[in-house]
């Protein structure tokens, strides 16, 4: 990923906190069958290895885990709150249109887990999204006949990834004038929605240093 210097952020918490925050992600590695990617929802162990670890399963009959030897290097693509920027709302003249967002690059190397992993996995994926749902009891893989719930354990295959590198970019006019920013901020504010909303305080932040 080219990240300027003015772009770039290596703050662990920040880093950690936009892939807890946004854990649907694109895994991208290399086959026998050339490059292949996956979307995947994936768990953060920030203490697991000295930059971390991920967690994760794909179905059986994905042939991408065949790659995940312990050998092969992925890249785990996080993206976070994102919108676009209209030049008009800059005070200065003569800019361009351009796109403001967050963004973490994980690399490492996948491995296959065995099943013990794969349920600690299930109920920790579970755990972590059900629990923000408000409305209702938490859903759990104890609500399941085990004979249905380890047959369908044999149809997905978990992965562990220690993060080897971690690279992280947020774009958000930090190149541009205060009041250039504080014009672009203001316009999102007044467009409304969570990502505009978003992107408008971290712009700020970012500016503030």
């Known amino acids: 990923m080219y990240v300027p210097r003015h772009f770039a952020t290596d703050d662990p918490d920040a880093l950690f906190g936009l892939i807890e925050a946004h854990p649907f992600a694109l895994m991208v590695i290399n086959t026998e069958a050339g490059m292949e990617a996956a979307h995947l929802p994936f768990l953060l162990d920030r203490k697991a290895g000295p930059h971390g670890t991920l967690r994760c399963h794909v179905a059986h009959a ?10 092969a290097s992925a890249l785990i ?24 967002y967050a963004a973490v690059h ?9 099943d013990i992993a794969v349920m600690q996995m299930l109920d920790d994926l579970s755990a972590q999204f059900e629990e923000k749902l408000l409305t209702k009891r938490p859903w759990t893989t104890g609500k399941m006949p085990e004979k249905l719930y380890t047959g369908m354990r044999k149809a997905i295959v978990g992965l562990e990834i220690g993060i080897e590198s971690l690279t992280g970019k947020w774009k958000l006019s930090q190149n541009k004038k205060p009041e250039d920013v504080e014009g672009a901020a203001g316009a999102l504010e007044a467009l409304g929605g969570e990502s505009n909303l978003a992107i408008a305080a971290m712009m700020r932040a970012a500016k503030r240093g």
């Open 106 to 114: 994980a690399t490492g190397k996948p491995r296959v887990t065995d």
């Open 62 to 71: 994905n042939p991408i885990w065949k790659a995940c030897d312990g050998t």
């Open 77 to 100: 693509v996080f993206g976070g709150q994102n919108a676009y920027i209209s030049p008009d709302w800059y005070a200065s003249e003569h800019q361009v249109p351009t796109w403001n």
